[in-house]
């Protein structure tokens, strides 16, 4: 059983259900509306390299060089689209204090061998003729990429049935069920009942909790490796390419404020913020107005974007920002959170590690720092 229905939990479902396995995911709402249907979709392990999270950066790497075949893979049983592509990445320095943070950025990218190319202001527009005449250069990551997250996560959806799994909606996991020192199953309500409603007790032999800023522990059951997930709210705007006009930028934009990404259908997504405000998810006129001004100064051109709307959500952090995948203390029980701003691009992988570990093989070496057991109860060790 899996506790979620995003792009974590249905990517699990679906490779344990090819595997053959038995699977049924509840879900609160519908599918992927909790971060998966916020997220942006960047594949883009070498722009969001950040200084000392080397391990975490080489399990992205890993993680982004599984997601050719896994999109192809995923299209072929669904006849459904992705919206994967190889776009490749700019990351734009608006001013001189962009291009000083940025070189040491490049610097470090170069030190682990990236491939990262630092372009000139000049050969930056070369690329990308809509930058802004004023930017001070930019860092060129031809590896990096994008999905279309609400496109994976139908498709997920879609793949789940297809090898017989099931999907069910409008339940909300209230505890673990467990006897004998093991899991016996999940309790659940309806979505949204009242304190004191009846329970239903699902059985399961095997748990796997994948509920996003929702897997806390406490929300759950109690588990002495329960990661201590916290939800950061990010808000993103949708715009759209205006008929008879030209998309922004080929490539996905980056700035150390923003993100800019058109798919081929004339969306664009700009996002996105990351703010500590516990699981409030209301979009605000200052996060729209900081990612506006953001874009605008490297490309300004976005501000002829039609507004199509605005949407805010809450990504699973953990103290160290880094997921958290394996198995918890309790026999039968697993975790795959924690996830943070990688959700998409760890999916694949992610799958991988729980379905391995069900089967009873060896999860994907680069996964082996990021157990639950660091966080031994609740503290990061």
């Not at 929702?214 to 329960?226: K, L, N, T, V, Y």
């Not at 029980?333 to 943070?340: Q, S, Y």
Request: hydrophobic share 45%; net charge negative; proline share 8%.
């Amino acid at each position: 059983m899996v506790v979620g229905g995003g792009a974590i939990g249905l990517a699990c479902a679906w490779r344990c259900a090819q595997a053959g396995m038995s699977v049924l995911v509840l879900e609160r709402e519908a599918p992927g509306a909790g971060a998966s249907g916020v997220a942006a979709g960047m594949l883009a392990p070498v722009t969001e390299a950040s200084f000392g999270e080397e391990a975490l950066l080489a399990l992205n790497l890993e993680a982004r060089a599984a997601w050719p075949g896994f999109a192809a893979e995923l299209e072929e049983a669904t006849a459904l689209p992705t919206g994967y592509l190889d776009s490749g990445a700019l990351v734009v320095a608006a001013d001189r204090d962009d291009a000083e943070e940025l070189r040491r950025l490049h610097a470090f990218q170069v030190e682990l061998g990236l491939g990262a190319e630092w372009l000139t202001p000049s050969a930056a527009r070369e690329r990308e003729p809509a930058l802004s005449p004023r930017i001070a250069g930019a860092i060129h990551a031809p590896q990096d990429g994008q999905a279309d997250p609400r496109a994976v996560v139908r498709a997920l959806a879609a793949g789940l049935v297809a090898a017989g799994g099931e999907l069910r909606t409008g339940v909300e996991a209230v505890g673990l069920e467990t006897a004998g020192g093991r899991v016996g199953g999940v309790q659940v309500v309806p979505a949204g009942a009242a304190d004191g409603a009846e329970r239903e007790v699902v059985p399961a032999t095997s748990v796997l909790i994948a509920a996003g800023a929702w897997s806390s522990a406490g929300e759950i059951g109690s588990d002495p490796f329960a990661p201590p997930v916290r939800p950061v709210k990010g808000q993103l705007l949708d715009l759209r390419v205006r008929p008879g006009r030209r998309p922004p930028a080929r490539h996905l934009i980056r700035t150390p404020r923003c993100y800019l990404l058109t798919r081929p259908d004339g969306q664009v997504v700009l996002g996105a913020t990351q703010e500590e405000q516990g699981f409030d998810r209301t979009v605000t006129a200052d996060g729209v107005y900081r990612l506006l001004e953001a874009a605008w100064e490297v490309l300004p051109d976005a501000g002829e974007l039609e507004l199509v709307g605005a949407r805010a959500g809450l990504r699973p952090a953990t103290p160290d920002n880094a997921p958290a995948v394996g198995a918890g203390d309790v026999e039968g029980l697993l975790w795959a959170t924690g996830h943070h701003r990688n959700g998409i691009v760890l999916a694949p992988l992610t799958a991988a590690a729980i379905a391995a570990r069900l089967s009873g093989r060896e999860p994907p070496a680069a996964f082996a720092p990021f157990g639950p057991d660091r966080f031994a109860g609740g503290v990061a060790a």
